[in-house]
């Protein structure tokens, strides 16, 4: 099955995202999530990068903004056909 995102609201998500959690591809010394993504239903997976303590705070301005649950998921994982909300390390709703 093909899933298409509407780009309108991915790109919305990544300026949220770029504004409340940081620049995208972002590295951190010591994150309390590395090598994650942001994914949400409507806008698909539109982040990536490390998430510090501070940043965690920002995803719930990200999940209000967009009236939807954000999901924190592995950016690199291992092969795994759960949908990607189910491999969600965490999940932030509005």
Do not use: C
Request: charged share 20%; net charge negative; proline share 5%.
């Amino acid at each position: 099955m093909i899933v298409f995102w509407d780009t309108v609201v991915m790109a919305e998500a990544v300026k949220l995202a770029v504004e409340h959690v940081g620049p995208m591809g972002q590295y951190l010394e010591k994150p309390e999530y590395a090598n994650v993504g942001l994914y949400t239903h409507e806008a698909g997976k539109f982040w990536y990068g490390d998430i510090g303590l501070s940043s965690v705070r920002g995803l719930k301005e990200v999940a209000k903004a967009m009236k939807e649950t954000v999901y924190v998921i592995p950016e690199m994982g291992i092969s795994d056909d759960r949908p990607l909300h189910q491999q969600a390390l965490t999940e932030v709703t509005p």
